[in-house]
């Protein structure tokens, strides 16, 4: 873990103004035996409730680490804050006649949303295997959840030109063709629904270090933690370098109980259910 922690302060005291570059870390060898799921230990099984879950097969201490991964994509908050801050320039007459015309939009996509879109459309091209034996197994897989979602649209023309020209790029990719539809429906809800946010520490808010991880924050998209769903009281709890994040059990988990993590950070549990559930606005059953 040291050795991860060297290299988020090694980016972060060489990074510009304008902030780091996206990390690109690599699991640290002492846990690289995390990075693909103990079938001794854990299966997806099917949550009536919920969709698909992780599920303890066997009996797991409070402290074991069930799972580290790296993220397929990720972006930082940096990337993106600055076009926030233009629209704090709105004059304040105008506010409530957006707020409206806000809102549809931020349930339709949000900018940093297109930024992983984007990159993942482009290791899709890269690498096909990305889509064909990782990202179509990821919610949501049914035609009738994908008919009940919002329909993605970018704010930004050139994001979504970018986005027509890569789908078009698909059908000439061997073990993709015929497959583009389904991609340019499928994508955007994907990321929607199974991204996570990076902090060093999202239960304390922390950034440890003489200059702190802060401006490693965003959000990524992880394999196998996508299948990880929500609890209000979680028994697992992650932490994030950069793109690495890890779960570990925070209590005793015995056999035959699903595994479950918070999407929110944890000083937020506290709050009654209508405001976490207010905080939860991408579909997410608690």
């Given at each position: ?188 809800l994907i990321i929607r629904y199974n991204v996570l946010s990076i902090e060093t520490c999202p ?79 991408l579909d997410f059953k608690v």
């Amino acid at each position: 873990m040291e050795s991860l922690l060297d290299q988020a302060d090694a980016l972060i005291l060489t990074s510009g103004e304008e902030g780091p570059d996206r990390p690109n870390f690599e699991i640290p060898h002492e846990l690289a035996n995390h990075a693909i799921p103990n079938g001794e230990w854990l299966e997806v099984r099917e949550n009536p409730n919920k969709g698909k879950g992780w599920f303890a097969k066997r009996d797991i201490q409070a402290g074991s680490i069930i799972l580290v991964a790296k993220a397929l994509v990720c972006a930082l908050d940096l990337e993106y804050i600055a076009g926030d801050d233009e629209d704090d320039d709105i004059d304040q007459d105008e506010d409530d006649d957006n707020q409206q015309m806000e809102q549809e939009d931020e349930a339709q996509g949000s900018t940093v949303n297109e930024l992983l879109v984007l990159d993942l459309l482009q290791n899709i091209l890269d690498d096909p295997s990305i889509w064909s034996e990782q990202l179509t197994n990821l919610y949501p897989r049914e035609e009738v959840d994908i008919k009940s979602s919002p329909v993605w649209i970018s704010k930004d023309d050139e994001v979504f030109s970018q986005f027509e020209a890569m789908i078009d790029q698909i059908e000439k990719v061997p073990g993709l063709v015929g497959k583009s539809k389904e991609i340019s429906r499928r994508l955007p809800l994907i990321i929607r629904y199974n991204v996570l946010s990076i902090e060093t520490c999202p239960e304390l808010l922390s950034h440890p270090g003489q200059n702190g991880h802060h401006s490693l924050s965003g959000v990524g998209l992880y394999y196998w933690p996508s299948f990880f769903n929500h609890d209000s009281k979680p028994n697992v709890s992650r932490y994030a370098v950069g793109n690495i994040m890890w779960f570990v059990a925070n209590q005793d988990i015995f056999a035959r109980q699903e595994m479950c993590i918070s999407y929110l950070e944890h000083d937020v549990l506290c709050e009654n259910s209508y405001r976490r559930n207010c905080m939860l606005t991408l579909d997410f059953k608690v």
